[in-house]
């Protein structure tokens, strides 16, 4: 159990809807990052806040945006929903202190989206 | 761009031999590298990292990886294979250009036979 967990675990929905992913980094972790699984795209980095701030931004679409709570949770929003957006979303926490790179990303267990 | 590759779809072992998982890198600068491990239906697990020092990493569950800076390699090794390995191995790079997210290659399928 990495200590970080993201709700639901599945979500199957149609085109053109909007759903919403939560995740909930570890204890003490600032730096959240949103990663999306295909079997086409592989594993792509979408966006990452820190202390609830956006700090970067991937492969992400328009269509897709995220937000970090004060109490340091995250949710990614995902509108207009297509066929090809369904794949496994994994949320990533790490402690984001020491501003290098060099902290552990512990991964939850994904959300997988099915997009009918 | 700070980038991994993993040259070989799967890899197939048997039980008690040595397996390795190739990964090789490109990176401008001194590379932050990882792998993690992904069993079927489930998140990733972290395995180890190299950031700096020794070349030889230990990880968890008796995998370890050897940096090598003159063939920009981050080979994941265990001397003794076990059938519960069996699952999905990434291999990452953090890149700095995109607030330290990782890049990951496109994985390994790790397949040890009894």
């Known amino acids: 159990d990495s200590g970080v967990t993201q709700t639901p675990k599945h979500l199957i929905t149609a085109t053109g809807q909007r759903v919403t992913l939560r995740c909930s980094p570890r204890?003490?972790?600032?730096?959240v990052y949103w990663y999306q699984q295909s079997l086409d795209q592989g594993l792509q980095f979408l966006i990452q806040?820190?202390?609830?701030?956006?700090?970067a931004k991937g492969n992400i679409l328009e269509r897709f945006s995220a937000q970090q709570f004060p109490d340091l949770h995250s949710e990614l929003n995902l509108s207009s929903l297509e066929l090809g957006d369904s794949a496994l979303y994994f949320c990533?926490?790490?402690?984001?202190?020491?501003?290098?790179?060099?902290?552990?990303?512990?991964f939850g267990p994904g959300t997988r989206l099915t997009v009918l | 761009a700070q980038s991994v590759a993993q040259p070989e779809d799967q890899v197939n072992v048997a039980e008690g031999n040595p397996l390795t998982v190739k990964c090789t890198y490109s990176?401008?600068?001194?590379?932050?590298l990882f792998w993690y491990v992904q069993y079927p239906n489930r998140g990733l697990q972290f395995l180890l990292k190299?950031?700096?020092?020794?070349?030889l990493v230990k990880g968890s569950y008796g995998f370890e990886a050897e940096f090598n800076k003159s063939q920009t390699s981050f080979h994941l090794k265990k001397p003794s294979a076990l059938v519960s390995d069996s699952a999905l191995y990434f291999c990452?790079?953090?890149?700095?250009?995109?607030?330290?997210?990782?890049?990951f290659g496109k994985g390994t399928s790790l397949l040890v036979t009894p």
């Open positions: 990533a926490s790490s402690e984001g202190t020491s501003g290098k790179g060099m902290d552990t990303q512990y």
């Open positions: 204890s003490g972790d600032l730096s």
């Open positions: 806040y820190y202390n609830g701030e956006e700090r």
């Open positions: 990176v401008s600068g001194n590379p932050y």
């Open positions: 190299y950031i700096t020092g020794d070349n």
């Open positions: 990452a790079v953090r890149d700095k250009h995109s607030g330290y997210a990782l890049n």
